[in-house]
C-alpha cells in the first residue's frame, strides 16, 4: 500500500491573521446582529416546521409510509439547523433525538409510534422555553434520549 | 478563558465557499457576513461546488452534512481525489445534523478536516474556523482516504495547553478535561 504524505500550506492562515478585519468579540456580535435581523422569521420558520411534524406524526401513527418517516426525518433535520441558532439549543437537541430514532426505526423496518410520539411531546415543550426552566428542559432532552436509546437499541 | 475574546480575525479577502441547503444557507451567509467575509460562494449542491472549486482559489470551504443522499461527503471525497490543486487541499469544515446510519462511514472517510454538530452557534463557529487556520497536519493519500491525516489527539486548539516544551506545559495540559469539541474557547 502506498502512502502518499503532503504538506500543504494552509492558505486560510495567510488571509486571517493579516493586519485589520475585526475583533472576533466584534465579528461575534456582528453575526449574531445578523441573525438577530431575522430571528422572527426565522422563529415563525421553526413554528411552521413544528406544525408540520405534528401533523404529519399524527398521521404516521399506523403504518407510516417510508415518505412520510423520512418527511418526519427532513423536518426535524430542519428544526435542528435553526433551533440552535436563535437560543433554542434543546429544542435542537429533541429534534436531533428524533432524527436518531427515526434513522434507527427506518433501518431495522419497524415502527414505534410512543417513542415517536413522546418526541413530538417534547418538541412541543422545548419550542417554548419560557414555561420551562431550564433543568426541566434538560430533564425532557435526557428523557428523550432514554427512549430513543431504549427502543431502537 | 475570559468571556471577553481577544485578538483580530480578518476574513475580508477570504474566499469561502458554502454547500448548504436552501433552509440553512441563508444563516449561513448572515454569519459569514458577520465575520467579515464580503461575498461567500453559494453552492446548493455538488455540482455547483464543485464548478466552483474549478473557478476561484479557495481558502476554506463550510458544508452542511444535510443535503440528500450524502452528496456533502460525495463533494468533499471528489474534491479530494481531483487534481484541482490548490483546492484539493483547502481545509474544509462539515457542520452535522444528524448523520443517517447508511451514512456514517462515508461522512467518516471523506476528508473533512472537521466535524461540528448542530446546534451550532456563531461562536462555534469561528472558533473551529479559527481552530483549523491554525491547524497544520500533513495531507494524506491513501487507496481508501484522501485528506488531512486522522491520526491527532485531541488536545484542544493548536497553541493551547499542553502544545509547549516545557514539562509544566504538559502538565497543565494533564490537569486540564479533555476538550470536549463542542465546546467553546474563544
Known amino acids: 500500500m502506498t502512502v502518499i504524505t503532503r504538506r500543504p500550506e494552509n492558505r ?18 456582528d453575526a449574531q446582529a445578523n441573525l438577530e435581523e431575522i430571528r422572527l422569521e426565522s422563529l415563525g420558520v421553526l413554528r411552521a416546521k413544528l406544525e408540520e411534524i405534528q401533523a404529519l406524526g ?11 418517516i423520512q418527511g418526519l426525518y427532513n423536518l426535524s433535520s430542519e428544526v435542528l439547523d435553526i433551533a440552535g441558532l436563535f437560543g ?30 413522546v418526541h413530538l411531546h417534547g418538541l412541543l415543550v422545548l419550542a417554548d422555553p419560557d414555561k420551562t426552566p431550564p433543568e426541566g428542559r434538560q430533564t425532557v432532552v435526557d428523557g428523550l434520549r432514554q427512549v430513543c436509546a431504549r427502543v431502537a437499541r | 478563558m475570559s468571556d471577553a475574546p481577544k485578538g483580530r480575525v480578518n476574513l475580508e479577502k477570504a474566499a469561502v465557499l458554502l454547500l448548504s441547503p436552501q433552509t440553512g444557507m441563508e444563516l449561513l451567509v448572515r454569519v459569514f457576513h458577520g465575520f467579515g467575509v464580503r461575498q461567500p460562494y453559494r453552492c446548493f449542491n455538488k455540482a455547483e461546488a464543485m464548478e466552483k472549486c474549478r473557478e476561484a482559489d479557495l481558502d476554506i470551504i463550510v458544508c452542511d452534512g444535510s443535503l440528500p443522499e450524502g452528496e456533502t461527503y460525495d463533494f468533499i471525497s471528489e474534491l479530494r481525489r481531483s487534481d484541482i490543486e490548490p483546492n484539493r487541499y483547502v481545509p474544509v469544515m462539515v457542520i452535522q445534523g444528524h448523520t443517517p446510519k447508511d451514512q456514517i462511514q462515508k461522512a467518516r472517510d471523506c476528508g473533512a478536516n472537521f466535524v461540528v454538530a448542530k ?19 500533513p495531507f494524506i493519500e491513501l487507496d481508501g482516504y484522501v485528506g488531512p491525516d486522522r491520526r491527532f489527539q485531541n488536545l484542544g486548539p493548536p497553541g493551547g495547553p499542553g502544545t509547549g516544551r516545557r514539562r509544566t506545559d504538559r502538565a497543565e495540559a494533564a490537569a486540564k478535561p479533555a476538550v470536549d469539541p463542542q465546546e467553546s474557547i474563544i
Open chain 1, 12 to 29: 486560510l492562515s495567510k488571509v486571517i491573521w493579516v493586519p485589520g478585519g475585526k475583533t472576533i468579540a466584534q465579528a461575534l456580535d
Open chain 1, 58 to 68: 399524527r398521521k404516521s401513527e399506523k403504518e407510516p409510509t417510508a415518505d412520510d
Open chain 1, 88 to 117: 433554542l439549543p434543546e429544542l435542537g437537541h429533541a429534534a436531533f433525538s428524533l432524527c436518531e430514532l427515526l434513522d434507527r426505526l427506518k433501518s431495522r423496518k419497524t415502527w414505534n409510534w410512543p417513542a415517536v410520539q
Open chain 2, 119 to 137: 446546534p451550532i452557534t456563531p461562536r462555534l463557529l469561528l472558533e473551529r474556523i479559527l481552530w483549523i487556520a491554525q491547524e497544520s497536519r
